[in-house]
């Protein structure tokens, strides 16, 4: 399975912005879905948000209106722009491409977020 690579984390205070960067070696990314998750401390992996081939775009109820998925296809990078970022949002984020709403790359060494109060 192809796994891309995640960056872009780092500490930020409450109500600040990251932009996190999904990349892969091929141009797969523009050719599937792809997906953000992050997993919390003792937390179960949750869906935050995916775009599809088409660039629609799905969001979590808890991301919806601060979190935003994009594609720049010409960079083969697809993007998490994160605002208004919430202690809550403390996790490791990972990205995968999906088919058919399956996962089809394998998961990554994520990029760690954290958000101090």
């Known amino acids: 399975q192809v796994q891309l690579v995640e960056s872009g984390g780092g500490l930020v205070q409450a109500g600040g912005s990251l932009r996190l960067s999904c990349a892969a070696s091929e141009s797969i990314l523009s050719n599937n879905g792809v997906a953000w998750y992050r997993q919390a401390p003792g937390k179960k992996r949750e869906w935050v948000a995916t775009?599809?081939?088409?660039?629609?775009?799905t969001y979590a109820d808890s991301v919806k209106g601060r979190f935003t998925i994009s594609r720049d296809a010409a960079k083969n990078v697809v993007y998490l722009q994160m605002n208004s970022l919430k202690p809550e949002d403390t996790a490791d984020y990972y990205c995968?491409?999906?088919?058919?709403?399956?996962?089809?790359?394998?998961w990554g060494q994520g990029t760690q977020v954290t958000v101090s109060s």
């Open positions: 995968i491409t999906v088919i058919g709403g399956l996962r089809s790359s394998g």
């Open positions: 775009i599809s081939t088409i660039s629609s775009t």
